[in-house]
């Protein structure tokens, strides 16, 4: 995991005044899609850790107090990326639209919001269409 690091040390040293024009645009472009990126691996592993449990052996009844005590993080918030992670699980499109930088984290639970009142309507193809600048076309989306 050094290598991750090592970026993130290296653009965070840089100055942003140096940016212009589309040196700027193109900076947040991409850390944008490497945030929505880690942020879908982050759930993932999330997932993972929910399902084979490895917090039990420290004395962790749940996932959710495991990561409210290990990333000093609110129970409330614990509990929504614990949600997020498994009904991700449930939706392949909105997971891999996510690990592809397609749509936010935001965009994310909105899905999830709808996939859990009715799961049988997840859509079964992304609605995005990549074309700058970059919108997603929700109309797409079926409604609940």
Known sequence: MSSIRSAV???SSRSVDDLAGAALEEELDEL???ERA???RRLALIARID???PYVSDGFLSTTSWM???YHESSSVATEQ???ARALEQM????QAMSEGEI???AVRVLVGAHDASPERSPKRSPCSWTRPRRCRIGNWPTP
Do not use: F, H, N, Q
């Open 9 to 11: 040390e290296d653009v």
């Open 32 to 34: 944008t899609w490497v």
């Open 38 to 40: 880690v942020a879908a």
């Open 51 to 53: 399902r084979v449990r």
């Open 68 to 70: 409210a005590v290990r």
């Open 82 to 84: 614990v949600k997020t």
């Open 92 to 95: 392949p499109v909105a997971r």
């Open 104 to 106: 936010s984290g935001l």
